[in-house]
């Protein structure tokens, strides 16, 4: 289903956990809607992978605050998250993101 949304020459697998503070329910809007940011940001296109990454969080996050104000909910308990993400581009190039008190450490080792 990705291959069909993404119109690239490049394969990418994308692992991501969230860990959500006060619910789940920044966690879960995170879940389903910061890897459609990513990719469909202009610094992804371009090959600017970190840039869309730091693009993807700031963009859902707005987002997922702008639905909270519109639904109310953001009166009766704020709920956040951290997030972990990695990006793997051609099983040769691992990019590695996060959000909050989480943090990834990546060790590469030749065989």
């Known amino acids: 289903m990705m291959s069909s949304y993404l119109q690239c020459a490049k394969q990418y697998s994308y692992y991501a956990i969230f860990d959500g503070h ?7 809007y995170s879940t389903a809607h910061l890897h459609h ?4 940001s ?5 090959g600017r ?3 869309a990454f730091q ?3 700031e963009i859902t996050d707005s987002l997922y605050v702008k ?5 109310g909910v953001d009166q009766l308990k704020a709920s956040g998250t951290t997030a972990l993400c990695a990006l793997i581009e051609d099983q040769k190039t691992v990019y590695l993101a996060w959000v909050g008190d989480s943090q990834v450490l990546y ?3 030749l065989c």
């Open 22 to 28: 006060a619910g789940v329910d920044a966690a879960t």
């Open 37 to 40: 940011n990513l990719v469909g």
């Open 42 to 46: 202009a610094a992804f296109a371009e």
């Open 49 to 51: 992978i970190e840039d």
């Open 55 to 57: 693009e993807a969080f």
């Open 67 to 71: 639905r909270t104000k519109e639904d």
């Open 107 to 109: 060790f590469s080792f």
